[in-house]
């Protein structure tokens, strides 16, 4: 049981939206110098091109943040910054070079600042809890799920020294554990948590909140993994109502909300409007984060599968073969996002019946998967069931029941565990 689990137990108008992002930028890499006075007009200028990355990033600009973040660390250096100053500009840089999908500069820049930042304050300070946050991001990108909680796990310790369990300062800590929860495959205790979230969100920022917009979203992306559609549905519109207030209909940061909302008309078999709102999600984030970033893979992922369900499969291949591509030179190959590329490829070759490709396919994403998880995860089941399929075409009928019952004791293991945590949290 992942470390993250025992904490189960412990229980306006635009430009005022452009300074409530920048306020929580700041919070959230721990940059204010603990009210120390400006050592002067050097120094000054690290701070204000960082503060002007920022207003940038809050945007989703990060191709015109990253100049600016960059000559902010430069000058910090060059002048005998304090180590309040040099660790900001680290971890700006962290979130920055992560935001981008650059993961392994982002965790060099995050280790870096985090130590300079104990060094400036001390082990536990709130401002430590925070970057810890962003390592726990760049580490679940990665697939590094257990260093992923135990950095959640230490954050959320220091935040218990300084604050009460429901002060809204700790509704951000609960979100990513609620993320994390989900990508790990722990449906009831990451509901737990989005609820304990969206109740100080609620009471702290409102309904049109752009934030609470985003949590919106997080929690309809459960909501469809849990088959709650009408209710994900919901959600989404809620979230898309204040995003599309704020960015614009068309902003490439409403993109995994349109992913979620494609989820569920392809559930509706409405394949035409999910395949223009992926269409629309993979243009948008390919123009702003580039073909190669991680994010456009996985949409690309998410088209060739409604391809498959069509029985498009010309697209489907070629699309799957770019996610693949996409996902293998940014994540690697020992990543989930990677392993479910695989056996989307793995159910196309079947269908095209190229069954020395399948079978290859389905074991590098199920020695992926088993390695990365737990052998419970609902992400095994769906390979296990490409894997019977492939069997059944073979003739092997033995084998491939033999893959189906353990596919389908996991889906009851899973429906069984989560049932049993709802009840208990209820």
Not at 33 to 61: D, I, Q
Not at 154 to 159: H, N, Q, Y
Not at 266 to 295: C, I, S, W
Not at 302 to 327: F, N, P, R, S, T
Request: charged fraction near 20%; proline fraction near 3%.
């Amino acid at each position: 049981m992942p470390a993250i689990k025992r904490l189960i137990s412990k229980r306006g108008d635009k430009k005022s939206i452009i300074l409530l992002l920048i306020c929580g930028l700041v919070l959230l890499c721990g940059s204010t110098a603990a009210g120390r006075p400006a050592l002067g007009k050097k120094v000054n200028s690290s701070r204000t091109l960082r503060a002007m990355a920022r207003v940038y990033m809050a945007y989703g600009e990060y191709e015109k943040a990253q100049p600016l973040a960059e000559q902010a660390l430069v000058l910090a250096k060059a002048n005998d910054a304090t180590d309040t100053e040099l660790c900001a500009c680290l971890i700006d840089l962290a979130w920055l070079y992560k935001s981008q999908g650059k993961l392994a500069d982002a965790e060099q820049m995050c280790q870096q600042g985090m130590e300079l930042q104990k060094k400036a304050y001390y082990e536990s300070h709130p401002y430590v809890a925070y970057t810890l946050r962003i390592l726990s991001s760049i580490y679940q990108e990665q697939s590094r799920y257990r260093e992923a909680g135990s950095a959640l796990e230490e954050a959320l310790a220091i935040m218990q020294k300084n604050h009460l369990p429901d002060e809204p300062i700790m509704a951000p800590f609960y979100v990513d554990i609620a993320k994390l929860l989900v990508a790990q495959g722990y449906f009831a205790e990451a509901e737990f948590y989005y609820q304990q979230a969206m109740t100080l969100i609620n009471k702290q920022y409102g309904a049109n909140h752009l934030y609470t917009a985003g949590v919106l979203g997080s929690i309809a992306k459960l909501y469809t993994l849990l088959g709650r559609y009408p209710e994900a549905e919901e959600l989404v519109n809620q979230s898309l109502s204040v995003q599309d207030k704020i960015y614009g209909p068309d902003h490439y940061l409403s993109a995994p909300i349109w992913v979620t909302m494609a989820k569920i008309c392809q559930v509706n078999k409405d394949y035409t409007r999910a395949e223009g709102l992926l269409q629309k999600a993979l243009f948008a984030v390919g123009e702003k984060e580039g073909m190669n970033h991680p994010h456009t893979g996985r949409i690309l992922n998410d088209l060739g599968e409604l391809y498959i369900v069509e029985g498009k499969y010309a697209e489907a291949e070629m699309v799957c073969q770019q996610a693949a591509e996409v996902l293998e030179n940014s994540l690697g190959t020992e990543n989930d996002s990677t392993a479910m590329t695989f056996n989307n490829l793995a159910r196309l070759y079947i269908q095209q019946e190229e069954y020395s490709k399948a079978q290859e396919l389905c074991q590098k994403a199920l020695d992926t998967l088993e390695k990365i998880f737990d052998q419970n995860h609902p992400n095994v089941a769906d390979v296990l069931e490409t894997m019977a399929q492939l069997q059944q075409k073979l003739g092997n009928t033995a084998e491939a029941a033999k893959l189906v019952e353990r596919a389908e004791e996991i889906r009851a293991c899973s429906q069984a565990a989560y049932m049993s945590i709802a009840k208990a949290i209820e």
